[in-house]
């Protein structure tokens, strides 16, 4: 059974996520280099946020896939873009 404690913390997650994937779908679709970017390293950042909280609270098999993603994601903020105004090649 689904106390009310894991359906607040499950509403919560969900409403994070769910505003992430719509800012980053937006800046795709503006072509936000930039944006995109700062979005991408947000996501990063909150991956290695949850990968600590799951070590705090002892659930050791979840860190591993957590912050495979936050690197994924991180490195995936460096990825040079060809359209990109600040690069200077």
């Known amino acids: 059974m689904i106390s009310p404690a894991v359906r607040v913390y499950a509403g919560y997650l969900i409403s994070r996520n769910l ?3 719509i800012m980053l779908m937006i800046a795709v679709s503006l072509r936000r ?3 995109l970017r700062a979005f ?3 996501t990063a ?4 946020l ?3 909280l799951d070590a705090i609270e ?3 098999v979840m860190v591993p896939g957590v ?3 936050a690197i994924a994601f991180y490195l995936l903020a460096l990825w040079p873009s060809r ?3 600040i690069q200077t090649v």
């Open 50 to 52: 949850d990968a600590v």
């Open 58 to 60: 002892g659930r050791w």
């Open 83 to 85: 359209h990109d105004p």
């Open 19 to 21: 505003a992430l994937a």
């Open 33 to 35: 280099q930039a944006s």
């Open 45 to 48: 950042l909150i991956q290695v």
């Open 67 to 69: 912050f495979i993603f």
């Open 40 to 42: 991408v390293i947000l």
